[in-house]
């Protein structure tokens, strides 16, 4: 059974910093690319960040230069570092694995709130 399980999420001031984790487990981790998604209340979810399986990253326009994607796959483990936090930035942030086109998983999201 594959499960990618999300942590970090929480509030924090606009300019702070948060890390969120994703642990997956019942895949071969170091094959898949993974990603962060976001869904903010009435948008749709959007690609925030990714990471390749040979560890190229892409990210979206307004979180660049200030999230860094990585991956630790002897813990099978993706993390997004999110600096400069916005309000615009609360969310629902998601976890995402593929491999191919059928192989597609989700976290169950993680909480992230940007105010003072």
């Known amino acids: 059974q594959v499960q990618l399980v999300e942590s970090g999420g929480g509030l924090v001031q606009p300019g702070g910093s948060l890390t969120l984790s994703c642990a997956a487990s019942g895949i071969i981790f170091e094959i898949y690319a993974m990603s962060w998604y976001r869904q903010a209340p009435g948008k749709q979810r959007e690609m925030v960040a990714s990471?390749?399986?040979?560890?190229?990253?892409n990210y979206e326009g307004a979180v660049k230069g200030r999230f860094t994607i990585s991956r630790d796959d002897a813990k099978n483990t993706v993390y997004l570092q999110m600096d400069s936090l916005k309000p615009e930035d609360t969310a629902v942030y998601y976890c995402?694995?593929?491999?191919?086109?059928?192989?597609?998983?989700w976290g169950q999201g993680t909480q992230v709130t940007v105010s003072s």
């Open positions: 995402h694995a593929q491999r191919g086109a059928g192989n597609r998983y």
């Open positions: 990471v390749t399986f040979g560890n190229s990253t």
